[in-house]
T-cell receptor, first 112, second 119 residues
């Protein structure tokens, strides 16, 4: 079992839809959770950062962490064609190195 | 957010030559930077952790003599691909954390990447 599981998609939605992206993980020692957006041929861009459990909202984006279920989510409201990209979840262990452990990434297409 | 730059953004070199890629944190200091490579349609693969003023830590399977890393200052790390071969062609990306002014945050910021093509 991989440490971080993420459905690679692809996921295709109409403009304005609510998008739900998810990752599960196996190591309960993960404490820092991030979502990155990566456009083709570009470096990943940090979207959301959460420490431990809870929700965080930033504009159209909401990140949720459920440590009891080892499950994290990213919701995108009112999705736009410009949201079309690959979304990567990433996490870091508490007290360990600062290495990011990534999911495989989900490719999202928002159709106008 | 913090800004990380990379140079060059794209480079073509001949087989057997060496190529240097620079990673700079523009508005913060980073004692630790990370180097990744990414193949098409795949996730990022960590190559090494670059520590300012000390030797880099390489991931298993990464040849340290082939991928030379130098982290000479708090804002600059370089990756040199030595004696490059076509199989080294890839997208190389660095990341950095603002460790000195950001408390306990583990946020990592990525550069825009460098596309290396070895002919």
């Amino acid at each position: 079992q991989k440490e971080v599981e993420q459905d690679p998609g692809p996921l295709s939605v109409p403009e304005g839809a609510i998008v739900s992206l998810n990752c599960t993980y196996s190591n309960s020692a993960f404490q820092y959770f991030m979502w990155y957006r990566q456009y083709s041929r570009k470096g990943p861009e940090l979207l959301m950062y959460t420490y431990s459990s809870g929700n965080k909202e930033d504009g159209r984006f909401t990140a949720q962490v459920d440590k009891s279920s080892k499950y994290i989510s990213l919701f995108i409201r009112d999705s736009q064609p410009s949201d079309s990209a690959t979304y990567l979840c990433a996490m870091i262990l508490q007290g360990g190195s600062e290495k990011l452990v990534f999911g495989k990434g989900t490719k999202l297409t928002v159709n106008p | 957010g913090a800004v990380v730059s990379q140079h060059p953004s794209w480079v073509i070199c001949k087989s057997g030559t060496s190529v240097k890629i620079e990673c700079r944190s523009l508005d913060f200091q980073a004692t630790t930077m990370f180097w990744y490579r990414q193949f098409p349609k795949q996730s990022l693969m960590l190559m090494a952790t670059s520590n300012e003023g000390s030797k880099a830590t390489y991931e298993q399977g990464v040849e340290k003599d082939k991928f030379l890393i130098n982290h000479a200052s708090l804002t600059l790390s370089t990756l040199t691909v030595t004696s490059a071969h076509p199989e080294d062609s890839s997208f190389y990306i660095c990341s950095a954390r603002d460790q000195l002014s950001n408390g306990g945050s583990r946020k990592q910021y990525f550069g825009p990447g460098t596309r290396l093509t070895v002919t």
